[in-house]
């Protein structure tokens, strides 16, 4: 099994800085890719950004530039800065990690427990 315990206070003003932190930790054998989903009340959940083996990451159009993802060199660590925040930022954020283990060799998606993130004046 995976554990990904997430970190980060929640509450923000608009235009400041949120980091985010997600830990795995467990029986891994490997981890292909971590990143982060977010749901906002009412919608549906979308991919935020992800980090994969090589280390290049992708966006969601509505974080470029704003947001930056990274990994410890054990590659077991993610960091999710979040800058210029915007209420439309709200959300619920879930890290998750695509890995395999030494029980369980297929690649299977683990989740963390999720962070509310407010960005409220």
């Known amino acids: 099994q995976v554990q990904l315990v997430e970190s980060g206070v929640g509450l923000v003003q608009p235009g400041g800085p949120l980091r985010l932190s997600c830990a795995a930790s467990?029986?891994?054998?490997?981890?292909?890719?971590m990143g982060w989903y977010r749901q906002a009340l009412g919608k549906q959940r979308e991919l935020v950004t992800k980090?994969?083996?090589?280390?290049?990451?992708t966006y969601a159009d509505s974080v470029k530039g704003r947001f930056t993802i990274s990994r410890d060199s054990a590659k077991i660590t993610v960091i999710l800065q979040m800058n210029s925040l915007k209420p439309e930022d709200t959300a619920a954020y879930y890290c998750f990690a695509a890995a395999q283990t030494a029980a369980y060799p297929i690649e299977s998606t683990y989740w963390g427990q999720g962070t509310q993130v407010t960005v409220s004046s």
């Open positions: 980090i994969i083996n090589d280390g290049s990451a």
């Open positions: 467990g029986s891994i054998f490997s981890i292909s890719s």
